[in-house]
């Protein structure tokens, strides 16, 4: 079982998306609900109809404060259910919101929320961004300003379904491209308009090299090609694209040059946890880095109502995260 607490008992948290902004830690999460709707493939029974927003300034260790919720489906027009991972950013003043949900139509688009404040709340777009698809945006602002929304999930997510430039609801028991000579599918990028409603350009994939071979991840690869939960951070001068492996329940990482990588395969960051899905973000708050990640112990382990947990992470001399302490032993 993991030997760390979870941050919030009250409400039932996954996928926390961390940032800090104006010297305080937020983490902007999921919410999960209960529901009677029984496990399966398509995420049916990750419900989720809302998001709140938490703030630690204490960090880690301290008190936090839960501002309520400040976004919900019936604020949005576009949405038919399942508002799944969120993100949020920064810039120039105003603070956004991106969340994954289904349309009235059933497929997964991302919508974007603004808001004047970090605690929200968010007034939504009342269209989801144009071109997008999938779920799990997560926002990286670099240093020169230029924002870039990172995207994409198989499975319930539908990004098998994108492969052809359309939605294609055929390919959704594809659940990816399989055998050893078949690349992985992948994340997707695209830099977001100086408003940071829009995309910017084409979406664009992001590949993950193997070190050896210096070539593409295969999709028979499950133990390091990505499946859902990208996310980047930043650290000496290198981007970290980061992700889970989905059915091997593993948090993976890879290194690139640019946001768009290629990256090349690093390691892994997080063993399997209790539950069946990982889902995490990495933050630099008071000179130490984090992990935020989830898990299913507040529930007893059902797989739909997990709770967010933190632990620090650090780099050894060639750039390669570990754990600051040792993960305990786990349980699917």
Not at 125 to 135: C, Q, R, T, V
Not at 217 to 228: G, N
């Amino acid at each position: 079982m993991s030997d760390k607490k979870p941050l919030v008992t009250h409400v039932y948290t996954a996928d926390p998306s961390a940032h800090v902004f104006n010297s305080t830690l937020y983490v902007y999460p999921s919410h999960d609900i209960p529901t009677d709707i029984q496990d399966n493939d398509n995420g049916d029974q990750y419900a989720m109809e809302d998001y709140h927003v938490f703030s630690l300034p204490e960090g880690i260790a301290g008190p936090v404060t839960d501002h309520g919720v400040v976004l919900k489906s019936q604020d949005v027009p576009w949405v038919g259910k399942q508002m799944w991972a969120p993100d949020a950013a920064e810039k120039d003043g105003k603070f956004f919101l991106y969340f994954p949900a289904r349309d009235k139509e059933g497929v997964m688009r991302i919508g974007v929320a603004e808001g004047a404040s970090p605690e929200g709340p968010f007034t939504p777009d009342a269209e989801p961004i144009k071109g997008s698809y999938s779920i799990d945006p997560a926002c990286f602002v670099d240093e020169d300003g230029a924002a870039y929304l990172y995207f994409g999930g198989i499975w319930g997510g539908q990004l098998q379904c994108w492969t052809k430039g359309h939605f294609a609801k055929e390919d959704y028991e594809n659940m990816e491209a399989s055998g050893d000579d078949k690349p992985a599918l992948n994340a997707r990028i695209a830099r977001l308009t100086d408003d940071m409603h829009q995309f910017a350009e084409e979406v664009k994939e992001v590949v993950i090299l193997d070190p050896e071979t210096k070539e593409p991840l295969k999709a028979s690869d499950h133990d390091r090609r990505f499946f859902e939960a990208a996310w980047v951070h930043k650290y000496d001068g290198k981007y970290y694209f980061s992700y889970s492996t989905g059915d091997t329940h593993f948090l993976c990482y890879a290194i690139g040059e640019t946001p768009y990588g290629p990256f090349t395969y690093g390691g892994r960051i997080l063993e399997p946890v209790v539950g069946w899905t990982t889902h995490h973000s990495i933050v630099q708050h008071k000179e130490k880095w984090y992990l935020f990640y989830h898990d299913a112990t507040l529930s007893g382990g059902k797989n739909h109502l997990r709770c967010v947990k933190a632990r620090e992470i650090k780099y050894d001399a060639e750039g390669k995260i570990y754990l600051a302490e040792p993960q305990g032993p786990s349980v699917q």
